[in-house]
Nanobody
């Protein structure tokens, strides 16, 4: 059974930083790409960032480029999202997810390409 557990969310002032973590179990972590998505109240879930199984390729939504960094530690079965220069509009529930296929080389920004999701962690940025 694949399980994803996010942590690291919280309340931060605008301009501050947070680091989210997502621990994955039940899957050979090093074989699968990982993604982060977010959902704000009243809005659809949107892609934030993704990283290939090797860690050599990363992808970002335009609105986080230069502010957020995704990384992974395959020895710890964990993917991270370092968020800097946070803005009020970054307020959302953040979800990590595993890509649906080992050594996947397709698109990483579509939610339909992911098959397991965490429960989400709340990030609130005060203006």
């Amino acid at each position: 059974q694949v399980q994803l557990v996010e942590s690291g969310g919280g309340l931060v002032q605008a301009g501050g930083s947070l680091r989210l973590s997502c621990l994955v179990s039940g899957r050979t972590f090093s074989m699968y790409g990982m993604g982060w998505f977010r959902q704000a109240p009243g809005k659809e879930r949107e892609f934030v960032a993704a990283i290939k199984w090797s860690g050599r390729s990363t992808y970002y939504a335009d609105f986080v480029k230069g502010r957020f960094t995704i990384s992974r530690d395959n020895a710890k079965n964990t993917v991270y999202l370092q968020m800097n220069s946070l803005k009020a509009e970054d307020t959302a529930v953040y979800y990590c997810a595993t890509i649906k296929q080992a050594y996947y080389s397709g698109s990483y920004d579509g939610a339909a390409n992911y098959d397991h999701w965490g429960q989400g962690t709340q990030v609130t940025v005060s203006a």
